[in-house]
């Protein structure tokens, strides 16, 4: 009997791996985060599997029935939102799973930052603007954040920023980027990628806050920011292609 920690992307169940779609599909049970999975990525499921939407569920509640499966010899699909390793809330499963003996494997998924970049049409990384991302959320009610990862201290990276569960904080968020990137550093907000009801918001730290609080949204959003964020047209080319930059795969050829 195996847990199968599946990731299931953004929204969108054509964003499922081959994998996780097999998955689904073969597991007798299988438990989703339904209120961020939309039912459809777990429409495949068995027409006799115990299919069981865990958003109002404790953690106990859970490994109860993952305990039950596992009793019966029955592998489980746990299917969750994005990719599991990022905000999945997985290390205290596996901590019970491996405390009780019961083998798990992990399922990637598409991220939200990545399915955010693709509804924009734009690359993260530009060359000679911004070569890193950060991902990173604010506390508000949630977990608090580790000492030293403050948004302030990433800021003075200029990286790019992908800022998870900070919407209903973008005030603050404003307050701390602007030192560093200036209020008119481009920002995104994107609502629900991949979901029919999916929104991008682009903005400034200075225009961004008053944007979304016109479209009301509070929850379920991703902030990126940086100067990548914006229209960038004068950067240089990557080495990537550069006839002048001869790699393996591509020796230079002799005149």
């Not at 499921?45 to 109860?64: F, G, I, R």
């Not at 205290?92 to 009780?100: F, G, K, M, N, P």
């Not at 209020?183 to 979304?212: F, H």
């Amino acid at each position: 009997m195996t847990v199968f920690f599946i990731g299931a992307g953004p929204g969108d169940p054509e964003l499922l791996t081959k994998k996780a779609e097999r998955l689904i599909g073969e597991c007798p049970v299988c438990l989703y985060a339904g209120s961020l999975v939309p039912e459809q990525v777990v429409a495949g499921a068995p027409a006799d599997a115990l299919v069981m939407d865990t958003a109002p569920m404790t953690l106990d509640d859970t490994h109860e029935q993952i305990k039950r499966a596992h009793a019966k010899g029955q592998d489980v699909a746990r299917v969750h939102s994005g990719d599991p390793s990022l905000y999945g809330a997985i290390a205290e499963q596996i901590r019970r799973l491996r405390a009780d003996g019961i083998d798990y494997e992990i399922i990637p998924g598409v991220p939200a930052y990545a399915a955010a970049a693709a509804a924009l049409g734009q690359e993260l990384t530009i060359p000679e603007v911004a070569q890193s991302i950060v991902l990173t959320r604010v506390s508000m009610k949630s977990t608090s954040m580790p000492a030293g990862e403050t948004l302030e201290n990433f800021a003075k990276t200029g990286a790019t920023l992908a800022i998870h569960l900070g919407v209903r904080n973008l005030r603050e968020i404003e307050r701390q980027l602007a030192p560093y990137y200036g209020e008119n550093c481009p920002v995104a907000v994107v609502y629900r990628v991949g979901w029919p009801d999916q929104m991008l918001i682009r903005g400034t730290l200075s225009d961004i806050r008053e944007k979304v609080r016109v479209e009301k949204i509070t929850r379920t959003a991703l902030i990126l920011v940086g100067p990548a964020m914006g229209e960038v047209s004068d950067f240089k080319d990557s080495a990537l292609y550069d006839p002048e930059m001869p790699h393996v795969l591509r020796p230079k050829v002799k005149p």
